[in-house]
């Protein structure tokens, strides 16, 4: 990257966080998630009759058609298909400038990755303390949750860094956020302040 | 790196000491089948250096397992290894101050008054 990297590199970082090489892995962390979150819906609304538990014994038939796992108006892995669903969308959005054009939908994504990592932890304390089981494909969901998390939020944070910059630059930072203005110069920052622009960015 | 993935590994354990050491029905099993997989997640988080900093919520969860075997009936090598487990949990935390100077000197350039990289700042590098 090394011909686009001052368009593309947020300043003092080394990389792009919002490079494929580092979304696509995300991207498809959260496929494989979905995958196993409807299987586990599939058996859960008895489109499938039985579960693959090849430790557990009975425990994910336990823990699938356990109380809490109803407690919503639609199964537990029904709402983590729709979570990983969500990530993968947003994970896929926008271009490789996106941490600097679109902040919201890189901190939109990283709401999404974020909360779904914690529900999943929420749901593997349950399953032992209320029902004395593990579910195998249940935990495997979440640590798919859990390796998503440290990808995610780099992104998060250079896109922050860049909307301060805007608003301490006494640029419009609201603007900029929702990539209304597509540059910190079209957001009222005063061009000697942002070299990018003065190299033709 | 490796501090947070030993207190990974020990969360992990946690998770399966009841059934190993015999204490699922006490509430000492609930404990750790409750605070091991808190742990292990922080951890295996805090592996990296740009989420190293949520470590410290495992100074919140491992001093429950100090306190815990004290005032639970449960067999003695289960208050001992929940006891022990908390205890190296608590002294490997701190260990492996994350280097953010790759990631724009990380989150705490967010703070009010700290300073940030401006636009002028380098970019790329060597392995960039």
């Given at each position: 990257m090394s011909g686009q990297s001052r368009e593309l590199t947020p300043p003092?970082?080394?990389?792009?966080?919002?490079s494929w090489g580092e979304r696509l892995p995300i991207v498809g962390l959260a496929l494989v998630g979905l995958a196993i979150a409807l299987y586990l819906t599939a058996f859960q609304y008895e489109l499938v009759d039985t579960i693959w538990e090849p430790f557990f014994g009975d425990g994910s038939r336990t823990v699938l058609t356990s109380a809490t796992s109803t407690i919503l108006p639609v199964s537990d892995g029904a709402l983590g298909a729709f979570g990983y669903l969500l990530d993968a969308m947003t994970g896929v959005i926008g271009g490789t400038k996106r941490w600097r054009t679109m902040p919201w939908i890189v901190i939109v994504f990283g709401i999404f990755v974020g909360p779904l990592g914690t529900i999943s932890i929420l749901l593997v304390i349950a399953q032992p303390v209320l029902y004395d089981s593990y579910c195998t494909l249940c935990l495997a969901s979440a640590v798919i949750s859990l390796a998503m998390i440290p990808p995610a939020v780099d992104e998060v944070l250079a896109s922050s860094q860049e909307v301060k910059r805007v608003w301490k630059a006494g640029g419009n930072w609201w603007r900029f956020f929702w990539g209304l203005d597509s540059s910190p110069v079209e957001a009222g920052v005063d061009p000697e302040q942002y070299p990018a622009a003065v190299e033709g960015n | 790196m490796w501090a947070q993935a030993v207190n990974a590994v020990l969360g992990v354990w946690l998770m399966f000491a009841p059934a190993v050491l015999g204490?699922?029905?006490?509430?000492l099993g609930n404990v750790d089948r409750g605070i091991g997989p808190s742990i292990g997640a922080v951890a295996a988080v805090a592996t990296t250096q740009i989420s190293r900093s949520v470590r410290w919520l495992n100074w919140l969860f491992a001093p429950v397992l100090l306190v815990a075997p004290w005032f639970l009936d449960a067999p003695l090598v289960s208050k001992v290894n929940s006891a022990i487990v908390g205890l190296i949990v608590i002294a490997l935390t701190p260990i492996g101050h994350p280097?953010?100077?790759?990631?724009?000197?990380?989150?705490?350039?967010?703070?009010?008054l700290h300073p940030l990289p401006g636009w002028d700042a380098e970019r790329g590098g060597k392995d960039g």
């Open positions: 003092g970082w080394r990389t792009n966080p919002s | 204490h699922t029905e006490s509430v280097n953010q100077s790759r990631y724009g000197n990380g989150w705490f350039t967010l703070l009010p």
